[in-house]
Structures are given as structure tokens and as C-alpha cells.
């Protein structure tokens, strides 16, 4: 009796363990595994995925790339936008150095046609003199990328009246400020501080110590009237007055790359103008050497005049268009940037 309660208790064993096997099987090959993990979830049951079998569709993780800034968002990242990636070249420079001093013969040409009234010299001595008395080395070859560098790009545009953009922009670690750009008197709107600021020979004066003289050249007589202006002050006229000595620190001297004008002017601006503005100049210049940048000063002002900050003529405005850049392909350059998040742009209100 007792050996026969055995085998009846072994064979409803057995075949209660096939019948859930079977139950287990079917519910396997019909069941996302989603959808498995949903039912466990909702009947209170813990949640553990097992390895694959056939019939069972797996979703592939798509790899994310470790971030180079500690940024919410770094603009260099890769994968952001598609449009951003096929235009974006990090292997170009935007300071000319001694590495990189002999360009490229199409660059050359280039650069030596903007203003072709200027005669030739030879462009790679005229640079070993320079690099003689300024450094010739790229500050901005080595990233951290447990740091998050926010840049602001201050234009010179009539909408900063008003702004009361000031504190937002010094709160930035680079600020960049093209030409004259004054602050004082306008350290509300604009800001006090500048790390940077980019101007060429005619348009030039002196800095504190702190800031970074940024020449951005149009012509080889350019680089001679810097090594002058640092040196013997010989140059006292380009086709303009210019200033013979400069009183900046020679430390932080730096040389717009005639290969990153023309990089510009190929990929970005796609030809339209005669060459970019110095606002594009600097503004890509910042989204090279910058893990977040903002922009400030560009454009019209709330009316559509364009005008420079300090000026109190609403329509002084000449460089609307000028015949050289072309302001409306520029400014739609700068709204796709910020549509694709790689910069924002705070206007005026």
C-alpha cells in the first residue's frame, strides 16, 4: 500500500513538473520579454530576465559615447545632430601657431586675394619673427573633460540696450568681445568682464593684462604691424592710421588661422559673401575651443535698426550690408545653430 502511494505521488509529480514546463515554453515563445517583465511587475513578483531563446526578439542598446565636458550638453558630442557632425571639422585649428604656420597652398591663395592690393611677402618668415616675441602655441590643444568651459560671444548689436544681460555674461569662464566693444558705462547690458577680444590692426587697442589680444589677419602686412606694434613700433599706417605700439600682454597674444577663415567660409557660410563677418569668426572660433556657448549682441534690435550699442543713432546702421558678408545668410546660420542646440542665442526683449 505504502510503495503504491509512492508511485502514484511520484508519477503526479513528474507530470505536473512537464505540464509547467510546457506552460513555461509556450508562454516563453508567444511573450516579449517587455511584456513578461510588465506582468511579474504588475502581479508583485520580482523581475529577472533570462538569457535568450529562439523566437525571442531583442532590442540592440545603442552605445553612448563617454561626454568630453561635465556640461549638461557639450556641443562637440557627436550624435546630437546630423547636420551639425557633417559640417563640424575639429582637426582645424583656429589659432595660427608654429605647428601649423605653412598653409596650405589653396588657404594661401585665398587669404593673400581678400585684399589683394597689399603685395605679397613670405608669410612663414614674417611668423618665425612674430612667434619670436609671442608664444606660437595653441592654448586650447588640451581639454579637460571633467570641466565644463561656458563661453559667452558678445557682438556689438544695438539690442544689448536695455538688456540687462550684464551679470549673465560675466558669469561665463571665456568672453569673447569684438573691436572696439566698450564696457564702461555699460556694465549692466554688456558685462564688465572680457577674457578675449578680437580685433584687427585698424580697429585695435590696448588691453589689461588679463585678456587675450585675438588679431585676426586679412593681410600679411597685418602680421607685420603686430610684431611691430609689440616691438620697434615702425608701422604706424595700413591703409588706415593704426596704433605703433600696443599695450597688451605678450603672453596671451594669439593669431587668427587664416586655414580656419577659409574653413568658414567653405563649410558654414558656404561661399555667401566675399568672406565671413568677424562676428562669425569669433562665434566659431568659440564653438571650437568652448563646451557650451552662448551668444549675445547679435542682429537687429527689437525695430529691426542695426546699430552698434554705444551708438545713439538707431539707423547707423552701415554694415547692414555691406557687399562683403551677407548679414541674412549669417543670421540664418545663427537660428539653425540654436535650433540644433549647439549654441543658444539671447535676444533682445
Same mark, same amino acid.
Given at each position: 500500500?505504502?510503495?503504491?502511494?509512492?508511485?502514484?505521488?511520484?508519477?503526479?509529480?513528474?507530470?505536473?513538473?512537464?505540464?509547467?514546463?510546457?506552460?513555461?515554453?509556450?508562454?516563453?515563445?508567444?511573450?516579449?520579454?517587455?511584456?513578461?517583465?510588465?506582468?511579474?511587475?504588475?502581479?508583485?513578483?520580482?523581475?529577472?530576465?533570462?538569457?535568450?531563446?529562439?523566437?525571442?526578439?531583442?532590442?540592440?542598446?545603442?552605445?553612448?559615447?563617454?561626454?568630453?565636458?561635465?556640461?549638461?550638453?557639450?556641443?562637440?558630442?557627436?550624435?546630437?545632430?546630423?547636420?551639425?557632425?557633417?559640417?563640424?571639422?575639429?582637426?582645424?585649428?583656429?589659432?595660427?601657431?608654429?605647428?601649423?604656420?605653412?598653409?596650405?597652398?589653396?588657404?594661401?591663395?585665398?587669404?593673400?586675394?581678400?585684399?589683394?592690393?597689399?603685395?605679397?611677402?613670405?608669410?612663414?618668415?614674417?611668423?618665425?619673427?612674430?612667434?619670436?616675441?609671442?608664444?606660437?602655441?595653441?592654448?586650447?590643444?588640451?581639454?579637460?573633460?571633467?570641466?565644463?568651459?561656458?563661453?559667452?560671444?558678445?557682438?556689438?548689436?544695438?539690442?544689448?540696450?536695455?538688456? %540687462?544681460? &550684464?551679470? @549673465?555674461?560675466? $558669469?561665463?569662464?571665456?568672453?569673447?568681445?569684438? /573691436?572696439?566693444?566698450?564696457?564702461?558705462? =555699460?556694465?549692466?547690458?554688456?558685462?564688465?568682464?572680457?577674457?578675449?577680444?578680437?580685433?584687427?590692426?585698424?580697429?585695435?587697442?590696448?588691453?589689461?593684462?588679463?585678456?587675450?589680444?585675438?588679431?585676426?589677419?586679412?593681410?600679411?602686412?597685418?602680421?607685420?604691424?603686430?610684431?611691430?606694434?609689440?616691438?620697434?613700433?615702425?608701422?604706424?599706417?595700413?591703409?588706415?592710421?593704426?596704433?605703433?605700439?600696443?599695450?597688451?600682454?605678450?603672453?596671451?597674444?594669439?593669431?587668427?588661422?587664416?586655414?580656419?577663415?577659409?574653413?568658414?567660409?567653405?563649410?558654414?557660410?558656404?561661399?555667401?559673401?566675399?568672406?565671413?563677418?568677424?562676428?562669425?569668426?569669433?562665434?566659431?572660433?568659440?564653438?571650437?575651443?568652448?563646451?557650451?556657448?552662448?551668444?549675445? %549682441?547679435? &542682429?537687429? @534690435?527689437?525695430? $529691426?535698426?542695426?546699430?552698434?550699442?554705444?551708438? /545713439?543713432?538707431?539707423?547707423?546702421?552701415? =554694415?547692414?550690408?555691406?557687399?562683403?558678408?551677407?548679414?541674412?545668410?549669417?543670421?540664418?546660420?545663427?537660428?539653425?545653430?540654436?535650433?540644433?542646440?549647439?549654441?543658444?542665442?539671447?535676444?533682445?526683449?
Amino acid at each position: 500500500m505504502m510503495r503504491c502511494s509512492l508511485r502514484i505521488w511520484i508519477l503526479s509529480t513528474t507530470a505536473l513538473l512537464f505540464i509547467m514546463s510546457l506552460l513555461f515554453t509556450f508562454s516563453h515563445n508567444g511573450t516579449e520579454t517587455s511584456d513578461l517583465a510588465a506582468w511579474a511587475s504588475a502581479e508583485g513578483h520580482p523581475v529577472r530576465l533570462v538569457p535568450g531563446y529562439p523566437g525571442v526578439r531583442h532590442h540592440p542598446l545603442i552605445p553612448r559615447l563617454p561626454k568630453d565636458c561635465t556640461c549638461r550638453q557639450c556641443l562637440r558630442q557627436p550624435g546630437a545632430s546630423a547636420w551639425f557632425d557633417s559640417h563640424y571639422n575639429a582637426a582645424v585649428s583656429p589659432v595660427w601657431t608654429l605647428e601649423n604656420r605653412e598653409l596650405p597652398a589653396d588657404v594661401q591663395r585665398w587669404w593673400m586675394m581678400l585684399q589683394p592690393q597689399f603685395r605679397s611677402h613670405n608669410t612663414p618668415e614674417i611668423l618665425s619673427q612674430l612667434f619670436q616675441i609671442i608664444p606660437g602655441q595653441n592654448p586650447y590643444k588640451e581639454r579637460n573633460p571633467l570641466l565644463c568651459r561656458r563661453c559667452a560671444v558678445v557682438g556689438n548689436s544695438g539690442n544689448l540696450r536695455g538688456s %540687462g544681460y &550684464g551679470k @549673465d555674461i560675466d $558669469g561665463h569662464n571665456f568672453i569673447m568681445r569684438i /573691436n572696439q566693444a566698450p564696457t564702461l558705462g =555699460f556694465e549692466s547690458d554688456v558685462g564688465s568682464k572680457t577674457t578675449h577680444h578680437f580685433m584687427y590692426p585698424e580697429s585695435a587697442k590696448n588691453l589689461p593684462a588679463n585678456v587675450s589680444f585675438v588679431l585676426v589677419p586679412f593681410k600679411a602686412l597685418d602680421l607685420l604691424w603686430i610684431t611691430s606694434a609689440l616691438s620697434t613700433g615702425q608701422i604706424r599706417f595700413t591703409y588706415a592710421p593704426v596704433k605703433a605700439f600696443l599695450r597688451v600682454d605678450k603672453n596671451k597674444v594669439q593669431i587668427y588661422n587664416p586655414a580656419f577663415f577659409k574653413y568658414i567660409h567653405d563649410r558654414w557660410t558656404e561661399h555667401h559673401g566675399r568672406y565671413p563677418s568677424t562676428g562669425m569668426l569669433v562665434l566659431f572660433f568659440a564653438l571650437h575651443v568652448c563646451d557650451e556657448v552662448n551668444v549675445f %549682441g547679435f &542682429g537687429a @534690435d527689437n525695430r $529691426g535698426n542695426w546699430h552698434h550699442y554705444w551708438e /545713439n543713432n538707431r539707423y547707423a546702421g552701415e =554694415f547692414r550690408k555691406t557687399g562683403v558678408h551677407d548679414a541674412d545668410y549669417e543670421a540664418q546660420l545663427i537660428d539653425t545653430l540654436a535650433r540644433e542646440g549647439k549654441i543658444k542665442v539671447f535676444r533682445s526683449t
